[in-house]
């Protein structure tokens, strides 16, 4: 008797944990997805490389931020306004990964994880990369308390616009950019490797 009373109740808590299961709600996709760059570019894949060289290549840097999309707005003046701080990026501040150290203008910024804003202007962005990790959006950044580097950056216009917006590297001579790119305004951050 005391067996089939044990097994009624496993049998009953095993039902409850079932019903749980099927009955979880999970959240509908954000507006905003989060995507993944690396630099180099395609070191994520070097698992299907065909040399042996390529399959070696290790990931030097990578970036992890939400993609908003423009949806007719003018982005640059009439939703991130010159003057303001942003996040690059929607949701959780932007995350920059480094695997080794590098330099951000003429800066040194040890290998880690920083989260990287913008003071927007017309014609240049002032980039920080701050130590204050794991934030969503920009409202408690202030760079005089966080900052590990900042470098300032010419505004340039892209060939074509850029519904979401999109952050890839490309090779430079003594590392590479950072490429954020919006609408139809970029910017190219260098980063000497």
Known sequence: MKRF???SLLCASLFCLAQDAVSQEFPKMDNSPMDVSYFPPRVAF??????????????????????????GRKVFTDLEKPGNIW?????????????????????????????????????EWTIYLSNDL???????????????????????KTAE?????????????LGAHMIIAWDDTMVRVPITL
């Open 5 to 7: 009373l044990v097994l």
């Open 46 to 71: 070097r698992a299907f490389a065909k040399t042996e060289e390529e399959k070696n290549v290790k990931p030097l840097i990578r970036v992890i931020y939400s993609r908003p999309q423009a949806k």
């Open 87 to 123: 996040r690059v990026g929607a949701n959780e501040a932007t995350e920059l990964m480094f695997f080794q150290d590098v330099k951000i203008g003429d800066t040194p910024v040890a290998a880690g994880r920083y989260t990287v804003y913008a003071m927007l202007g017309k014609s």
């Open 134 to 156: 794991d934030r969503w959006g920009h409202y408690a950044f202030k760079p005089e308390d966080s900052s590990v580097a900042q470098i300032t950056v010419p505004v340039e």
């Open 161 to 173: 616009l850029v519904e979401a917006m999109s952050i890839v590297f490309e090779s430079a001579d």
